[in-house]
């Protein structure tokens, strides 16, 4: 039986998260290291907790072990035009590596959608990465289309859809 409890981020664990976040992405994308911290984490009130964005944490008797977001699309990629549906862009997916592997992935996915669903969302948009271990086959299981795979040799950025709407 799973020890984790999901909950919205609120503004008393800004700093914890965003220190969580930071690690994990450290961790996973080295090439960052240098990188400035993305406008979401640096103003993460404005962006997740009173803006359109939502963010959800998994705790396991009070210890964050995963976190998973969404903000709204800043239709970045000019390949696609979701510009006539409400679209958000799925980020920040971390869970601990001890975490891993036992549905606490697909359970703050499965949240995250529902809270979606709740705003009025249509689709969903994320990318990912080859080098992601797993993590292309885990979006499609939870329903994502791959739309386009990009021809960078670094990053192959892999862009992926998931329709909301009924």
Same mark, same amino acid.
């Given at each position: 039986?799973?020890?984790?409890?999901?909950?919205?981020?609120?503004a008393?664990?800004?700093?914890?998260i $965003?220190r969580? +976040?930071n690690?994990? &992405?450290?961790?996973?994308? @080295?090439?960052?290291?240098? /990188?400035?911290e993305?406008?979401? *984490?640096?103003?993460?009130?404005?962006?997740?907790?009173t803006?359109?964005?939502?963010?959800l944490?998994?705790r396991?008797?009070?210890?964050?072990?995963a976190?998973?977001?969404?903000?709204?699309y800043?239709?970045?990629?000019?390949?696609f035009?979701?510009?006539? $549906?409400?679209? +958000?862009?799925?980020? &920040?997916?971390?869970?601990? @590596?001890?975490?891993?592997? /036992?549905?606490?992935?697909?359970? *703050?996915?499965?949240?995250l959608?529902?809270?979606?669903?709740k705003?009025?969302?249509?689709?969903?948009?994320?990318?990912?990465?080859?080098?992601?271990?797993?993590?292309?086959?885990?979006?499609e299981?939870?329903?994502?289309?791959?739309?386009?795979?990009e021809?960078?040799?670094v990053?192959?950025t892999t862009?992926?859809?998931l329709?909301?709407?009924?």
């Amino acid at each position: 039986m799973p020890s984790w409890t999901l909950q919205h981020a609120t503004a008393a664990q800004v700093d914890e998260i $965003v220190r969580f +976040v930071n690690r994990a &992405r450290a961790e996973l994308f @080295p090439k960052l290291a240098d /990188a400035a911290e993305p406008d979401d *984490l640096r103003d993460f009130e404005r962006t997740y907790l009173t803006g359109q964005g939502c963010f959800l944490t998994a705790r396991d008797h009070g210890r964050l072990v995963a976190v998973i977001g969404y903000v709204p699309y800043d239709h970045r990629f000019a390949q696609f035009d979701y510009r006539a $549906v409400k679209v +958000v862009e799925v980020v &920040r997916l971390f869970v601990l @590596p001890e975490y891993r592997r /036992a549905g606490l992935a697909a359970a *703050l996915f499965n949240a995250l959608r529902d809270e979606a669903v709740k705003a009025g969302v249509e689709c969903l948009y994320l990318h990912t990465h080859p080098f992601l271990g797993g993590a292309i086959a885990f979006w499609e299981r939870q329903g994502f289309i791959l739309e386009q795979v990009e021809d960078d040799p670094v990053w192959q950025t892999t862009h992926m859809t998931l329709s909301l709407a009924d």
